[in-house]
C-alpha cells in the first residue's frame, strides 16, 4: 500500500512537472528572462541575507554568467566581418539608385548622430551611475579592474598621442591581429568597410561567390546569437545574482542600491526613446511629409508591435515594408531598397542605448569621461549600431566597441545584461520606426508618396 502511494505520487509529481516543463517552453524568450531576472534577484537576496549560499552563487552559479558574456564577446569579430561586409557590397544597388541612396544613407547616419546625441543629454544631466554610492562605485571598479591599470596607462599614451590617433588606431596594420583582441573591433570595421567598398568594383563571377560566403557565414551567426539567446535566462539568473552577491557582501541595502541605479538607467534610456520618437521623427513626419502623427503609428502599430516581441529589426521587416507601402502609401520600389538597408544599418535606439550605456557604465565605475571621450561615443556607436545585425542582443554585443575606444572595462557589460532584454525590446521599437520615417520621406521626396491611396489599418 505504502509502496503504491508513493509510485502514485511520482507519477502525479513527474506529471505535474511535465507540465510545468511544458509550460516553461511555451513561454516567449523575454518572459523566461524576465523571470530569470526576478528569481536571480530572489536569489541573490536570499543568499546574502541568510548568508548560507554566497559560496554555492560565486563559485557554482556566477560562472555560467561568465560563460554567457563570453559567448556574446566570442560572436562579435565575425558577426561584424559577415555582416559589414554582406550589408556594404549590397549596397551595389545604390549606383543605380545613387540619388535615393545617398539621401537614405545621409538621413540614417543623420539620425542615428541625433539619437546618440539625445542619449548622451539625458544620461549626463539624470547621472544615473551615480544613484550609487561613492562606497560602492568604488568596490564596483575594483571587481572589474582587471584592465583597468592597464586602461589608465593606454588613456595617458591616448592623451599623449595627439589629436589624430584615434584616425591612426582605426587603421589595421595587421588583420589577424586586429581579430585577435576585443579592443581592437574598429579596426576589423575598417577592414570590412574597406573589403566591402572593394568587392562592389570587382566583376560579377568573382564578386557573387564571395559575397554568396559572406552572407551565408552571416547567416550562421545569426543561428548562433539565436542560440545564445536561448540560454540568456540562464545567464541572466547567473549574473544577476553573481552580481549582487559579489557586490552586497552581506549588506542587502547596497544590492538594493545596485537595483536603483538599474532602475534609473532604464528610465534613461526609455526616456531618450520617447524623445527621439516624439520630438524627432514626428517632427521630420511634419516637415518632410504630409503623413498625420495619429495616421503614422496607427499604419504602423502591428510593426512595432511585432518589433517589441521580437526584438529584432530583421524579423520584422517583411512587416515593415507592407505597413508601409499599404498603409502609408509609400511606393513598392522605395520602400524594397530603403527598408532593407534600413533594417541591417540604421539603428537609432540601437545608438541611443549605446551612448546612454556606455556612460551609465563610466559612471558606475567612477571614471570620468572628457568631452573628447563623449564625441568619440558618438563616433563608434553611429559605427556600432551601423555594424549591430538586426536580432536580438547585437546591439550589446556591439557595445563593447564603444566601451574599448573610451576606455571602460567591457567587463562593466555585466551590470547592465540584466535589463537588457526588455531595454533591446523597446529600442528595436524606435529601430522600425526610424526605418518607416525615412521610407515616407525619400518617397514624399520622389513624389512617389501615394497618400490617397493609404489603406486604414
Ligand atoms: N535588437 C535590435 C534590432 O534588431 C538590435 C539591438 O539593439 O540589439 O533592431
Redesign the pocket.
Known sequence: MFYFNISLLLRINSATANRAATHMKKLPLHTLILLALLAGLIWGLISISTGISPQITTHYIKPFGTIFVNLLKLIAIPLILASLITGVASLSDVKKLSRIGGKTIGIYILTTVVAIAIGLVCVNIIRPGEKLTGEMRQELMSSFNTNIEKNATTADDFKKSGPLQFLVDMVPSNLITACSDNRLMLQVVFFSVLFGVALIGVAQDKRLPVVNFFSGVNEVILRMIDFIMKIAPIGVFALISGLIVEVAGDNPSRAINLLTALLWYSMTVLLGLLLHIFLVYLSLLRFFTKIKPGDFFKGIRPVQLL?FST??????LPVTMECTEKNLGVSEEISSFVLPLG?TIN?D??SL?QGVAAVFIAQALNMDLTFADQLMIVLTATLA?IG???????????LVIVLEAIHVPIEGIALIVAVDRIL?MC??VV??TGDAVVACMISKSEDRLNLSGQVSS
Open positions: 518589433a526584438s529584432s529589426s530583421s524579423a520584422t533594417a539603428m535606439g540601437t542605448y549600431s549591430a545585425a538586426g536580432v536580438p542582443g547585437a546591439g550589446m554585443v556591439m533591446d529600442r528595436t529601430n522600425v
